[in-house]
């Protein structure tokens, strides 16, 4: 059953979002070569709490860490854990929240130094395909509608990989909600939109074949081919005309331009 929300439940929801940003945003002054994730999944745990909420990734099915915070070719849900980010890295940084009992679930891939300029491209095409599926959320449109422009500007323009076992969602006072949300699919497919559906919409894009494994771990997904992926999530609402992003890259894009230690576009 698909969820509309109110549009107080959508301010709610707002609030969720933008916590999460700020989060983001806090962490992204603090990534360097030399610092191992576990100590940023520490900081992130204590700035959601000091913020009146809780991780809700922490003991979801069992996921035992406040973020999912994944390196190079680990394409989503990677531990954090004691070993040092380094020059050239570059690290997916997925936080969950709840408060006032709706969620909020965001992601950002920043590069640590300089990565090179194929994987600066990979970072900005998977960045730039997530506004054009965002700008497929307004009602009329299908979910088939967002899926196609995603997959379009990275599979069919850029030859990148597109993840078909990991796919977005809705949101709300559930962290997974109906509809999926693949990022590959028909124009004109799916599940119809409507005014106050809250979607995390979220590419998980690969420089490579877009073939991924999960680990022994039974959470760690990583590229067949070992080559680096991407991802980037916003939670946005669809509304009439335009489609309302609830979180905000803005703040985390200030933050990471202030840190000479991040390579951005
Ligand atoms: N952000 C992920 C998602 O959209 C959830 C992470 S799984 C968890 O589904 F266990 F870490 F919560
Ligand atoms: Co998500």
Redesign the pocket.
């Known amino acids: 059953m698909i969820h509309y929300k109110t549009e107080p439940e959508i301010e709610l929801m707002r609030q969720s979002a933008l916590l999460v940003s700020s989060t983001l945003a806090e962490i992204a002054g603090m990534l360097k070569p030399g610092i191992d994730t576990i100590s940023v999944d520490k900081r992130i745990g204590e700035y959601i709490r000091d913020n009146g909420a809780i991780p ?2 922490l003991n ?2 069992g ?1 035992r ?1 406040n ?2 915070i994944s390196v190079n070719d680990v394409v ?2 990677g531990f954090p854990n004691e070993k040092e980010l380094k020059e050239g890295d570059i690290v997916t940084i ?1 936080i ?1 929240v709840i408060k006032n009992q709706y969620h909020g ?1 965001h ?1 950002y891939t920043f590069a640590i130094g300089n990565p090179g300029a194929e994987v600066m491209q990979l970072i900005n095409v998977t960045k730039a395909a997530l506004y054009k599926g965002i700008e497929k959320a307004v009602s009329g449109n299908r979910i088939g509608d967002i899926a196609f422009a995603i997959q379009e500007h990275t599979e069919k323009k850029n030859g990148y990989g597109v993840v078909r076992e ?1 796919v ?2 809705g949101i709300g006072r559930s ?2 909600e109906e509809p999926n949300v693949p990022n590959y699919g028909k124009k004109g497919s799916g599940p119809k939109l409507k005014e106050g559906l809250v979607l ?1 919409i ?1 590419p998980m894009i690969n420089m490579g074949t877009r073939e991924v494994y999960t680990e022994d771990d039974g ?1 760690t997904v990583r590229t067949k081919d070992g080559k680096p992926s991407v991802h980037f ?1 916003h939670d946005v609402c669809v509304r009439k005309n335009k489609a309302d992003i609830l979180s905000d890259y803005g703040i985390i894009e200030k933050a990471e331009g202030a840190n000479p230690h991040l390579f951005t576009a």
């Open positions: 809700s990734f979801y099915k996921y860490f973020s999912c989503v849900h997925d969950g679930d992601a990991l977005g969602h962290l997974h995390a979220e959470w999530e």
